[in-house]
């Protein structure tokens, strides 16, 4: 494995890294809380939080640094897989404030562009980098959270329409969002994972209802959404109908990618680092205890592991291969880690880790609360740990189904 990058990378890393030292915004970085991984400043927290980050993603794409990977015919730059894991490096070094249309970049245009048609590719893909539609995913239902394939929308069709009727849930951004990857039922009769269709719902259409589902954080990023005798056109079907699943999985392979791959956390062991060195007890910081340094040394361990088991599903890729067993591990090993560092954040806090976040006299703006309570999500989003674990267990390990 070569840890080199070429002459043509480190040039492109020089073009990104001096573009964003010219158009960073000063202020509404991911270290502020507005950038932190599932945080949105809704309406009641924050009203100008979701303009900044709109008003970022229009001069990101301006300046032709969204979607980066993707073809140069559909807007994007044609990156290679070095050039994304150099773009990600280079936002995280600057602490970038987030996009405001991830499910859409990360998941909608990738799968329109592997599974739709040259008419749907040219009236979505383009308004999904500009941010002009914003995109949820309609996976989960009340009785179908990790178990997708048990869902129960159904949609049936009448004359050039399907009529769907069902409800979703968890969906992140729906109250934002123009258009949803939507997975119907369209024919009860089948097996499970068959009769199932992919189509594209307009979330302005009569009859879809969205009502935001209020967190232990106090965010409401995520929804409850009902459809109620709701037309789609034909047109909007992705892949063959009743296939839907294949497309379904596709999707899901970018969002795993995407939440598990894409984050390092060893930027977020050097802040607990920092916040070692300043917290006091018994007259020494928590840094001089042995017992601290040796638990952020297990942490920084981890994080370097993961970060190394990243470039081997890299390398795979360069090499032509399909994603590996890896996506499964770093999804799983990550979101558990996360969850670690924020509990043994809360542990050195003592009775300040009870601030919440923004709260006054909150060390580090009472951000590890918040990221406390934020953590748990990542482990069941894009497949829970029990999930990732019969995957590792059964695909991997071969070991007999539990």
């Not at 890294?17 to 809704?42: M, Q, V």
């Not at 959270?145 to 979703?168: C, P």
């Not at 990243?310 to 999804?331: D, H, I």
Request: charged content about 25%; glycine content about 10%.
């Amino acid at each position: 494995m070569d840890f080199n990058f070429s002459a043509e990378d480190e040039a492109f890393r020089e073009e990104f890294r001096s573009w964003l030292h010219a158009n960073l915004p000063k202020t509404g970085k991911a270290g502020d809380g507005g950038g932190d991984i599932l945080r949105e400043e809704t309406s009641e927290g924050n009203p100008d939080e979701w303009k900044r980050r709109v008003e970022w993603h229009k001069k990101m794409h301006a300046g032709g640094w969204v979607g980066i990977s993707w073809p140069k015919e559909y807007g994007g730059r044609g990156a290679t897989l070095t050039q994304q894991i150099i773009y990600n490096q280079e936002l995280a070094k600057v602490d970038s404030p987030m996009l405001v249309n991830n499910l859409g970049i990360m998941l909608a245009g990738p799968t329109i562009i592997h599974w739709g048609t040259e008419e749907q590719k040219k009236r979505h893909v383009p308004k999904i980098l500009s941010a002009e539609e914003l995109w949820c995913q309609g996976y989960s239902e009340p009785d179908a959270g990790s178990d997708v394939a048990s869902l129960k929308t159904r949609a049936i069709e009448e004359g050039d329409y399907f009529i769907v009727n069902g409800q979703k849930v968890w969906t992140s951004d729906a109250h934002h969002a123009d258009m949803c990857l939507l997975l119907v039922r369209t024919d009860p009769e089948a097996p499970k994972h068959k009769g199932i269709s992919y189509i594209l719902v307009d979330m302005h259409s009569p009859g879809v209802t969205v009502r935001p589902l209020v967190q232990i954080t106090g965010d409401a990023n995520f929804n409850e959404v009902f459809f109620e005798d709701v037309k789609v056109p034909k047109k909007n079907l992705i892949g063959e109908k009743n296939q839907g699943w294949q497309v379904a999985i596709t999707t899901l392979m970018f969002e795993r990618s995407g939440i598990g791959g894409g984050r390092d956390l060893m930027a977020q062991v050097k802040e607990l680092v920092e916040l070692a060195k300043t917290i006091r007890s018994n007259g020494h910081t928590a840094w001089e205890d042995t017992s601290v340094r040796q638990k952020l040394g297990g942490f920084a361990c981890e994080a370097a592991a993961l970060r190394y088991t990243g470039f081997r599903q890299l390398t795979r890729r360069l090499k032509g291969l399909p994603p590996g067993p890896e996506g499964s591990v770093l999804k799983l090993c990550n979101s558990e880690l996360n969850v670690r560092i924020n509990k043994f954040a809360m542990e050195m806090l003592g009775p300040y880790s009870q601030m919440e976040f923004k709260a006054p006299y909150a060390l580090d703006k009472g951000k590890w609360s918040y990221r406390m309570l934020a953590s748990r999500a990542l482990t069941i989003a894009g497949g829970t740990s029990e999930i990732q674990h019969n995957i590792i267990g059964e695909r991997v390990l071969g070991l007999p189904k539990g």
